[in-house]
């Protein structure tokens, strides 16, 4: 069995950071790509950032310049660090991987950027 777990949410102030985790755990060898979701209230689900095993990075418009994904292959952990953070930023954040076929994703963690 594989599970993710993701951590590092919270409240804060725009213009504020934040870093989030998730692990991986489990049966698991190796972990080609590694993404980060979010799904706001009443919004469909964006695909926020994806890395590859060797470190090969792609973001969505509206993080770029904001947002740095990086992974620990190591420890099977995905990392989110979230800097100028606005209100339009607030979502639960999912970390989603791909294993033999079978897509896993986290619980998701709550972030919520104030005005």
């Known amino acids: 069995q594989v599970q993710l777990v993701e951590s590092g949410g919270g409240l804060v102030q725009a213009g504020g950071s934040l870093r989030l985790s998730c692990a991986a755990s489990?049966?698991?060898?190796?972990?080609?790509?590694m993404r980060w979701y979010r799904q706001a209230p009443g919004k469909q689900r964006e695909l926020v950032a994806t890395i590859t095993y060797d470190g090969s990075t792609a973001y969505a418009d509206s993080v770029k310049g904001r947002f740095t994904i990086s992974r620990d292959n190591g420890k099977n952990t995905v990392y989110l660090q979230m800097n100028s953070l606005k209100p339009e930023d607030t979502a639960v954040y999912y970390c989603?991987?791909?294993?033999?076929?079978?897509?896993?994703r986290g619980q998701g963690t709550q972030v919520t950027v104030s005005s």
């Open positions: 989603s991987i791909d294993l033999r076929g079978v897509n896993y």
């Open positions: 489990g049966r698991i060898f190796s972990i080609n790509v």
